[in-house]
């Protein structure tokens, strides 16, 4: 047939073909499929998996194919980035998708970042991360010698880490090296806190020292107490420093006069923790900026406006039993919004404008957890045995990590939290450093440390 009639008999087919029916068109093409030979069959079968299998991400906008890639799971993506090139260019661009990925996982997010390709490869690393510690292979221990005799107190800030000794020392470590960068003399160390110029002490004998790192020299005694000091905590800007007595007192002194301002009362049980630190919310009682003064004992914390005027009175007594048969664990936390407090019936959590209990986070599977470090994503607990991992989304335990026989202190000074910014979310940078620092039989300090990635 010559070219010119055979688009004429194609013309008048296709018009008579489009105005059958659907089950006449079918018969039809079932009929011409009867009569075609092999060259005929490869070349249909070629050109439908052209047009049945069409691909969807490459052929839509950008815009809708991120709205499908949504109801995806991560690791769904992650498979479907195999496909192709294509598919990998274009998931790994979708960068809400990976976001809220990360989000799930505890990662914290910053917006700022605009590299479309990023939030994949922090999905990445994180899914690594927290698979790590599921595993419990995401730490890794060392230790500090030096002490010779009962290390008592101690204290982390900014990678360096201090601890006071029976031994009349204090010695500043840097907990990357394992090296001591000062070592000084002191008296018997019950508390410790320090910054670049200076370490202040609270002793068994009754004082409170201030000493300069770099001559070791005694800046400043504070006496008047008439117990062990067992917690200090001091402002440069309000010129002022606290500390906590088993005399059942606490002392607000004049840091640099190193005389007593003022004497608080109605503790009547030992003082075992003071928090100097900033409000973060409004109330009837205070507004944010005002400085707050916590004390604790077994039972009570106590809440005192100390910024507001030094002969203060107490503004709120919190407890987790009114008949004391509960008693609190010597661990507090305070970031000036939250208060939070570990006892035997669990973990509390009191709201600082209200002074309501908002949460009480119980494990049953394992009795007596004490509080180390508390942010808004996790937890940092430990009992006897285990140093654990709660997510407090979901309250529940995502980690733990052995300890050994570790010197027990009743007044919590001898173990401490490292790092804490990864508490609040992790971020692929802060998940390094020290994780807890505590005190051992020998003398020496045992250090639980996050291990790279790897």
Same mark, same amino acid.
């Given at each position: ?210 000493? &300069? ?86 039972? &009570? ?20 039993? &009114? ?71 979901? &309250? ?59």
């Amino acid at each position: 047939m010559e070219r010119k009639d055979f688009e004429t008999w194609l013309d008048n087919i296709s018009v008579t073909f489009l105005s059958l029916t659907d089950l006449q068109k079918n018969e039809t093409l079932d009929h011409l499929i009867s009569l075609s030979g092999a060259v005929q069959l490869r070349h249909l079968s070629n050109n439908l998996e052209t047009l049945l299998k069409r691909d969807f991400l490459k052929l839509l906008p950008l815009e809708l194919s991120f709205y499908l890639l949504k109801w995806l799971d991560p690791q769904t993506l992650l498979t479907c980035c195999l496909v192709s090139k294509q598919w990998n260019k274009v998931i790994s661009a979708c960068t809400e998708v990976w976001q809220t990925a990360c989000k799930n996982l505890g990662w914290q997010i910053d917006d700022s970042v605009q590299d479309a390709l990023h939030w994949k490869k922090v999905y990445l690393k994180a899914i690594l991360r927290m698979k790590q510690l599921e595993d419990h292979e995401a730490f890794e221990t060392s230790s500090l010698i030096g002490h010779s005799a009962r290390v008592y107190a101690l204290y982390y800030k900014d990678g360096l880490l201090c601890t006071g000794s029976d031994d009349l020392s204090a010695k500043l470590w840097d907990v990357s090296t394992g090296q001591c960068v000062y070592g000084i003399q002191t008296h018997t160390c019950a508390a410790v806190k320090f910054d670049e110029q200076k370490l202040v002490t609270g002793s068994f004998d009754n004082t409170v020292a201030c000493w &300069e790192w770099s001559s070791g020299s005694r800046t400043q005694h504070f006496r008047g107490h008439t117990g062990a000091v067992f917690s200090v905590d001091y402002n440069d800007e309000l010129d002022i420093l606290v500390s906590g007595s088993a005399d059942f007192t606490v002392k607000v002194w004049a840091l640099s006069a190193g005389t007593c301002l003022n004497t608080l009362t109605g503790h009547t049980e030992w003082v075992t923790k003071v928090v100097l630190q900033k409000c973060k919310v409004k109330s009837l009682l205070h507004s944010p900026g005002d400085y707050i003064l916590l004390s604790a004992d077994k039972y &009570e914390i106590k809440i005192w406006p100390i910024g507001r005027e030094i002969n203060c009175k107490c503004l709120k007594t919190l407890s987790v039993s &009114e008949d004391r048969s509960i008693c609190l664990q010597p661990r507090l936390h305070f970031d000036g919004k939250y208060i939070v407090c570990s006892s035997a019936l669990g973990l509390y959590q009191w709201d600082f404008a209200s002074y309501d209990i908002l949460r009480v986070i119980k494990t049953p599977e394992i009795a007596n957890l004490a509080l180390l470090g508390f942010g808004d994503i996790f937890a940092l607990l430990f009992d006897n045995r285990y140093l654990y991992i709660m997510d407090l989304r979901t &309250e529940s335990l995502i980690s733990r990590w052995p300890l050994p026989e570790y010197r027990k202190s009743k007044r919590g000074s001898s173990f401490l939290a490292g790092e804490a910014s990864w508490l609040n979310g992790l971020d692929g940078h802060n998940d390094t450093g020290l994780v807890f620092a505590t005190s051992m039989p020998d003398h020496s300090i045992h250090l639980v440390l996050w291990k790279e990635h790897g």
